[in-house]
T-cell receptor, first 116, second 111 residues
């Protein structure tokens, strides 16, 4: 596997379900990100992890819960979502300037989430 | 982060150069200009970035004005596969720094 992978690619869930999105980066980066892209809206940053610590939480509702167990893996745990949470959820990773990178972000293909 | 302004859409002919403008008049001295693109239903793809000097890579060239208040992304020979939304973003090059995506420019390459 190369680059940034995300699973599942598509997910349909009911409002009472609990599910998790998984992201894995194979680039040796030290920062990971979750973005949300709703229909006809710009990408919105949700969470940023740098060196496995959350450094940004962009006023995201608590029904979205991120987890970063190590620098290669990032999860987004979902529970009691609403239909308006249906969107494309994108994961990205980058290497910080302090570690010799230019902070360009590499994105995964996304998970298309539909909440019924 | 400084805000950017891009035209919402533009068409270009296959095989010709595509010049995508971006205004960032409030850019600060240590902010970089990044360009990304997003092909339909895929994750965004990094293209190029720069601070002051013009930059070129295998995908594109980035021309930044001397006052750094605007820039142009040049796709030298546009192909149908270059049809995408192109985002111009100004951002610090710091660890874990966020990218703020705007609406971008929807580029349609026509045969």
């Amino acid at each position: 596997e190369t680059g940034v992978t995300q699973t599942p690619r598509h997910l349909v869930m009911g409002m009472t379900n609990k599910k998790s999105l998984k992201c894995e980066q194979h680039l040796g980066h030290n920062a990971m990100y979750w973005y949300k892209q709703s229909a006809k809206k710009p990408l919105e940053l949700m969470f940023v992890y740098s060196l496995e610590e959350r450094v940004e939480n962009n006023s995201v509702p608590s029904r979205f819960s991120p987890e970063c167990p190590n620098s290669s893996h990032l999860f987004l745990h979902l529970h009691t979502l609403q239909p308006e949470d249906s969107a494309l959820y994108l994961c990205a990773s980058s290497q910080s300037a302090l570690a010799g990178g230019d902070n360009e972000q590499f994105f995964g293909p996304g998970t298309r989430l539909t909440v019924l | 982060d400084a805000k950017t302004t891009q035209p919402p859409s533009m068409d270009c002919a296959e095989g010709r150069a595509a010049n995508l403008p971006c205004n960032h008049s409030t850019i600060s001295g240590n902010e970089y200009v990044y360009w990304y693109r997003q092909i339909h239903s895929q994750g965004p793809q990094y293209i190029i970035h720069g601070l002051k000097n013009n930059e070129t890579n295998e995908m594109a060239s980035l021309i930044i004005t001397e006052d750094r208040k605007s820039s142009t992304l040049i796709l030298p020979h546009a192909t149908l596969r270059d049809t995408a939304v192109y985002y111009c973003i100004v951002s610090l090059k710091a660890a874990g720094n966020k990218l703020t995506f705007g609406g971008g420019t929807r580029v349609l390459v026509k045969p």
